[in-house]
């Protein structure tokens, strides 16, 4: 069952990192892809359509962690309790920011808005940078804080730069490619990456010390795995709903 | 500010209560705005349709508040409340994994499709989205509550070497503190929907502006909702009173007896809640008394539609009646919740062995921060809703139509 529950939760957080990484990754490269308002509309709309059903994944994550492991929930998070709230306060502030920018129809508001995104998007990459260098060189004795990991993972931050480029060149349209294809980066090898430093990190840790007793992580295995496909086929009507490239503003 | 205990408690409080402040009218709203877009996509009516597009606004931006601060409550357990996740992790886990998993999860994904999708999709593939949506919102109501209910009153599980390891998932599902909490926020959120429908078509046709039609329909689906809930939501939490602490209620027999008890078994100390949590509840059911009066007016007024686009003392009502259903929420929170201290899980855990280790410095730092985060948020968002209700429909955006504006050329900088 314990296996079950790891490959669910292996699939869960591969899904965060691939699908929002590239959402982060745009937002950081978001003065870089667009030097206009009417440019960074239509940059922030490539993957606008998508951010509510990537960032998903992360919440998944976070509730199998507390079902099955909930060990690893405290361990991890009071561990790193500055690096969590630094996480943390990114993604609001980064929600916020798309959240909120087209709610006022004024330049300055939009620009403070596009600000929120940027600086939102890097301090979550580079949060996450940091809890997965901490995790790689930590491996079991992550709830002991803070190591050097922390800060040899900070420039994993760019991994997430690359993969918004890598998904900038297959979302946008017309003169907008030419300017992601600038930024080195392709989707499927910056996803690879992300996958492999999470199962690398994920190796690390003390599964069974961690671990939920049988019935209960069994139950949230099982509940899982049945949800699963339903899971998944919710997303890919989303992916096929917005497929294509992002040719006029959205919502957003 | 050198007490983490208190200030990670604030926090909490601060991060559940604005959470559960525009939660409230999200649950409700989503129901009324699934059945305006019912009503539109069957008949075709055009007003029909516009008032989904101006409730579903409305709702959008709600929304937005109310899943930022739900991230933030999910991972503060683990920050601040290590020692819950520590004794009771696994039994307050299951829940919370169901939440996300059966309910979250496709309430997002599918928001998404909905807002986004407006022009792209089907409009009968259109309407089921929102109808998912309402349903998984209910769905993750139940199983917080569910989380919540274990709080409130454990079942389900069996302590072993200090640890709570869950044993009956079914008493944990069916415990009747989660089922009638349950009854009770799903009234609840339609009697604030229904305060909140009311009292922006109040406005609307108090300043008699163009949209009398639109409003006046608006304000009959507000009153009925008003007035379909009233009387629920405090059947369900009358009932409650059958399960509730005997601690809540200082002075009683029963509370000395528990008191007694815990002292019998946890030695000596306060077992009994602050004050506070008498204040919510006189708060709670005064707010209800005066909501009941409004429907009362409302239910005579229902049945003639000229009178309710004419009557304005009745708008003003309405219009000073909106903070009624959000001071009844937010003390019947806190009667709920400071009710239960000092425990954090009653006769189980306590608050303070609840809290976790981190330095004091660090737990300070993060009170700060979030306070000031959710201040701007709350703040700004309050001032959007406000200005997209007084705007009207004709300034909405959501399902508009945006044409592809014509491309120019692309600078290419030179460095």
């Known amino acids: 069952m314990q296996t079950v529950a790891l490959l669910v939760l292996a699939v869960f957080t591969a899904g965060y990192l691939v699908l929002a990484g590239a959402d982060i990754g745009v937002g950081m490269l978001l003065p870089v892809l667009g030097r206009d308002a009417r440019q960074r509309r239509l940059v922030i709309a490539s993957f606008a ?5 990537d960032e998903v994944w992360l919440v998944a994550t976070a509730g199998v962690v507390a079902g099955a492991f909930p060990g690893l929930e405290h361990a991890l998070l009071s561990g790193l309790h500055p690096v969590f709230v630094a996480l943390l306060v990114g993604w609001i502030v980064r929600d916020m920011g798309l959240w909120l920018r087209g709610r006022v129809d004024a330049a300055r508001w939009r620009a403070v808005c596009d600000g929120a995104v940027v600086a939102g998007s890097w301090v979550l990459a580079l949060a996450w940078g940091a809890v997965l260098g901490t995790v790689l060189v930590g491996g079991g004795h992550v709830e002991d804080g803070v190591n050097v990991g922390t800060v040899l993972g900070l420039p994993l931050a760019l991994v997430f730069a690359v993969h918004g ?9 017309g003169g907008l490619v030419e300017r992601a294809r600038r930024v080195p980066g392709r989707y499927w090898v910056s996803a690879l990456v992300l996958v492999a430093v999470m199962v690398a990190a994920g190796w690390r840790l003390p599964w069974s010390q961690v671990a939920a ?14 949800m699963l496909p339903l899971l998944v086929g919710a997303q890919a009507l989303v992916w096929w709903t917005f497929r294509g490239r992002a040719e006029s503003p959205g919502y957003l | ?17 604005s959470h559960f402040l525009f939660v409230a009218l999200t649950l409700g709203l989503a129901t009324l705005v699934a059945l305006t877009q019912t009503i539109a996509t069957l008949s075709g ?3 029909a349709e516009r008032m989904t597009r101006f409730w579903g606004q409305l709702y959008v931006i709600n929304y937005a508040v109310g899943i930022v601060t739900g991230l933030v409550m999910e991972f503060q357990f683990g920050l601040n409340w290590s020692g819950m996740s520590r004794v009771v992790g696994e039994v307050f886990g299951a829940p919370l994994a169901m939440e996300t998993v059966v309910a979250f999860f496709v309430e997002s994904t599918f928001l998404g499709l909905w807002i986004f999708g407006w022009d792209r999709l089907n409009r009968w593939v259109h309407l089921a989205l929102i109808w998912v949506v309402a349903a998984t919102a209910y769905f993750s109501a139940y199983f917080i509550l569910v989380a919540n209910g274990f709080l409130q009153r454990p079942v389900g599980y069996r302590m072993q070497d200090g640890v709570a390891r869950l044993t009956d998932v079914g008493a944990l599902l069916t415990n009747p503190t989660a089922l009638l909490a349950f009854g009770h926020v799903v009234f609840g959120g339609l009697l604030t929907a229904g305060f909140f429908m009311a009292a922006v078509s109040g406005y609307h046709l108090f300043r008699r502006t163009a949209e009398a039609d639109l409003f006046r329909r608006s304000m009959r689906t507000g009153l009925v909702a008003v007035v379909l809930s009233v009387f629920p939501v405090a059947m369900f939490g009358g009932t409650q009173f059958r399960y509730v602490q005997p601690t809540k209620h200082p002075g009683t027999d029963e509370a000395a007896a528990q008191v007694a008890q815990f002292q019998a078994r946890f030695g000596p100390g306060d077992y009994t809640p602050p004050g506070l949590a008498s204040v919510g509840e006189i708060a709670m059911v005064s707010a209800w008394m005066l909501m009941s009066l409004v429907a009362l007016v409302a239910l005579v007024k229902l049945p003639f539609g000229r009178w309710l686009e004419r009557g304005r003392v009745f708008h003003v009502l309405v219009m000073a009646a909106l903070p009624l259903p959000y001071v009844a929420v937010i003390s019947g929170w806190v009667f709920r919740e400071v009710g239960r201290q000092p425990w954090m899980v009653y006769g189980v855990l306590t608050t303070e062995d609840a809290l976790s280790d981190v330095p004091a410095g660090a737990v300070t730092a993060s009170f700060v921060v979030f306070t000031a985060v959710f201040a701007v948020l709350v703040a700004v968002n309050v001032w959007l809703l406000a200005r997209y209700a ?3 429909p004709e300034a909405v955006r959501l399902g508009a139509l945006e044409a592809p504006e014509p491309e120019r050329p692309v600078l290419t900088p030179s460095l």
Do not use: I, K, N, Y
Request: charged share 15%; hydrophobic share 60%; glycine share 8%.
């Open chain 1, 49 to 53: 359509p998508l951010f509510l059903a």
């Open chain 2, 390 to 392: 007084r705007r009207g």
């Open chain 2, 1 to 17: 500010m050198d007490d983490p205990l208190l200030l990670a408690r604030v926090q909490f409080a601060l991060t559940a209560g």
């Open chain 2, 45 to 47: 009516s055009a007003v």
């Open chain 1, 165 to 173: 480029a890598g998904f900038a060149r297959l979302r946008l349209a």
């Open chain 1, 213 to 226: 007793s049988p019935e209960a992580l069994g139950l949230t295995a099982v509940l899982c795995a049945v």
